[in-house]
C-alpha cells in the first residue's frame, strides 16, 4: 500500500509567500496579516520569503492573485480581507465574486491559493474570527498555505518551491 501524502507545517528554504489584503476594513484586515505573518515565521519562515500586496478592498483580491499566480516565483498565496454584511445586497454579491474568484485561481495555474477572508454578518463576529475569540483567520490561512504548498511539491506540481 501507497502512503499517504500530506502537509507538513514546516516552511521549506525554497518556498515563497504572497499576502494579498484589503485595505478595506484595514482595523481587521491588519489583523489578520499579523495573524498570518505570524504563524508563517512560526512555522520556519524568514521574512525575505514573505511578500505583502495591499488592494482596495476584498473585491479585488482575486485579481491581484491571479496576477501573483501568473508571475510565478510564489508557493501558496494568501488572500486576506473582511466582508461584512450591511443592510444591502452589496455583502452577497461582493462575497460570493470573491469566494469564485478566489477558488479558481489554483485549479488554473496550480500555485494554492487561500481562502481567508472573513464572511461575517456583523463586526462583533469579524473581531471574533480576527484574533479577539475565535483564533485569528489569517493565522489559519497561512498555515494552509504552508500545509498545502509543502503537499505539492511533495507530488511534483505546480510551483511547490
Avoid at 498570518?36 to 512555522?43: D, I, P, S, T, V
Avoid at 524568514?46 to 473585491?59: A, D, H, Y
Avoid at 497561512?142 to 507530488?155: D, F, G, K, L, Y
Wanted: hydrophobic share 45%.
Amino acid at each position: 500500500m501507497n502512503p499517504d501524502i500530506r502537509g507538513v507545517l514546516i516552511v521549506k528554504p525554497a518556498f515563497r509567500f504572497t499576502l494579498v489584503v484589503a485595505e478595506f476594513n484595514k482595523f481587521l484586515t491588519s489583523q489578520l496579516h499579523i495573524g498570518a505573518c505570524e504563524e508563517l515565521l512560526k512555522l520556519g519562515a524568514l521574512e525575505s520569503q514573505i511578500r505583502s500586496i495591499w488592494v482596495p478592498g476584498s473585491f479585488e483580491i482575486p485579481t491581484m492573485a491571479m496576477a501573483v499566480a501568473k508571475a510565478g516565483d510564489v508557493s501558496a498565496i494568501i488572500c486576506l480581507g473582511c466582508i461584512i454584511r450591511g443592510q444591502t445586497a452589496h455583502f452577497d454579491h461582493v462575497a460570493a465574486n470573491v469566494a469564485s474568484g478566489i477558488a479558481g485561481i489554483g485549479p488554473l495555474t496550480g500555485v494554492p491559493t487561500i481562502f481567508a477572508i472573513i464572511t461575517a454578518d456583523t463586526t462583533e463576529q469579524a473581531m471574533d474570527r480576527a484574533g479577539l475569540k475565535m483564533g485569528n483567520t489569517g493565522a489559519h490561512g497561512a498555515r494552509a498555505a504552508v500545509e498545502m504548498a509543502n503537499t505539492i511539491s511533495r507530488i511534483g506540481k505546480g510551483t511547490g518551491k
